[in-house]
């Protein structure tokens, strides 16, 4: 169970661990780089190339007696939307995949905010300025400067310029995309916020992958189907059930 960028790991209880157990499941959380435990006390920052965070994970769970090593599967939420897509592309011991939702390129939610002048600035590579710019820009907005220093955080980086850089880092194309193996689902929620129609460019762009829709009638709406998790969590465990058996029946 892979968290987004800002979760603490006993979040994934009720993104899906709690549901993995009713259904007599083992379930695995973890913090990675830039999350948690990794982030405050071991200091690593985000990495892009999330295959070596999920690798390790992996492997561990491999010496482990109570897991059968086909039926494997990985469920992120939020920015792991992105990490889980790249994970599986090169680790391919996994046997299915959930993106939730469904993430081509992590920056995206960023620059949204940016006026023309600054993404100019950040597309030209002016740290200097761009930097400068952000910080007068900042000078009397406290509430706006302590969240952008939070979300920078995660990135090991005192400089918005290049936490801006990073969170681009994180993208998906179509030679990323080409290796991986494993069926994916990918959630769609109504008004998703951060990375809206991002989920459907993942499912066109990855070859029999599968896309859920959650909408705001059936309550499900916004980013990770805040108000509906016992619906996502029926809908998205009743496919890992028949994807796995499929697989390996």
Partial sequence: M???SDGPVTSMWK?????AVE???NALTFDGPGQGAALHRQGLPFRADW???VTPVMD????RAEVDPRRIALLGVSQAGYQVPRAVAFEHRVAAAV???GVMRVGDSWREHLPPEMTRLLDAGEKETFDAFM???LKDLPAERAELQWRMAPYGTRSPFDAYKAAEAM???AEILARVGCPMLITSPDHEQFWPGQSEELHAALKGSTLLRFTESEGASWHCEPAAPALRDERVFDWLERTLHTAHA
Avoid at 15 to 19: F, I
Avoid at 60 to 63: A, E, I, K, R, V
């Fill in 2 to 4: 892979n968290n987004g």
């Fill in 15 to 19: 993104d899906g661990g709690a549901a």
């Fill in 23 to 25: 259904r007599g499941w």
């Fill in 51 to 53: 295959e070596r965070v």
């Fill in 60 to 63: 561990w769970l491999l010496t």
């Fill in 99 to 101: 993106a939730d939702p």
């Fill in 135 to 137: 910080a007068e820009g």
């Fill in 171 to 173: 993208h998906l194309d």
